[in-house]
């Protein structure tokens, strides 16, 4: 069969797969993103071991949920931040037994990120797939798991007998050997461990296609891994599996996009590196309870508390949404009422608590976490009921 270079896949071109991207506008948009990044872990630092450790528990939480939420699966997201912070050792409210099959998928990723440095293999990347298929079939399906596929690949969408194909993958018979080469340039010590390999990584992996599913999750990860190489660290502080689900329309168009025609991937490369540029910029909002937490009490820690006043607090602190009001504190402290309206004027006096309104019963409180920010638990922006 006769191919235009337009019409061709990306893996038929004769430079595959040697991607090619346009250096000076990606080198440029590097250091800018490094910066960012910097900044943000630079702030981040400034809080304590133990809220950092607290803020990655958030991040790979979100990394793996909106990984799963991108090929449209759901997880438990108490369940998948539970399994997380056991691994980690770290302690958090709201605990939940999380599932067998959380629990592995978990175990995928913190072997991504956390074993950054060691060797990416056939087998552990077999032992990855084996984590999220445990029962040996995607849905009702039965596929090959913890081995490459033995069949064709397409990439399509649409009702049966109306599908529309998004790309072709490499055949089945070359797989072992194209995987080969993508570890070895992924391993290599001549590959820069910088942001665009997390690209390249990503876009090869997907390209080979190698699995009978669980690509785009295992591309993810693997992307992941090499973030972390980037870093040099297992601490990061921005989810661009996260990002990505919000632009998930538009992913999906530049993957598509990039697999046909040549070996130049500068289109893809620049969107994601702008897309991970967009994560840290998103990264505030959502480690914010985290930080809020830990500036309050960086600003409360010279103030006499009670440890039923610390420990009410950080239900608050830590996400209830639910009206800061006596009623609520007693609740969740499980204390009477006349106890709580104590407390609660303990920390009006305190400076700890700000009074919403002048109403005499079920006055919401909102908690000053600094002289320039307040909590209003609960409130929509300018509500004082």
Sequence with gaps: MHYTERSMYIHQTAEWPNFTWDRAEIDSKLVRLNKAAGFLEGRLSAIGFDVQQQAVVEVITHDIVSSYEIESVALNTNQVRSSVARRMGVRITNETEPSHYVEGVVEMMLDAVRNYDKPLTDDRLFGWHNCLFPTGRSGLEVINVGKYRVDAMNVESGALGLEKIHYRAPEAEDVPQEMERFLAWFNSDKTPRDYVKS??????????????????????????????????STMRYFSISRQINKEKRKYNDMLER?????????????????????????????????????????????????????????????????????????????????????????LVDKGVLVPISDKQRNVPYGIRVSEARTLFPGLEEGDTE
């Excluded at 997907?206 to 980037?230: C, E, K, T, W």
């Design 199 to 232: 690209a390249v990584a990503h876009f090869w992996f997907v390209s080979i296609h190698p699995f009978d599913d669980g690509n785009g999750r295992i591309s993810r990860a693997i992307a992941d891994m090499a973030l972390s190489q980037a870093d040099n």
């Design 258 to 346: 990039s697999q046909k025609g040549s070996c130049d991937i500068t289109a893809w490369v620049d969107w994601y590196l702008d897309c991970m540029s967009r994560a840290i910029a998103e990264a505030e909002e959502m480690l914010s309870s985290i930080l809020d937490k830990a500036l309050f009490w960086q600003n409360q820690s010279q103030v006499v508390l009670s440890d039923r006043e610390k420990a009410t607090l950080n239900v608050w602190l830590d996400g209830y949404q639910g009206k800061l009001t006596v009623k609520n504190w007693a609740k969740q402290a499980k204390a009477s009422v006349d106890t709580a309206a104590r407390d609660i004027k303990d």
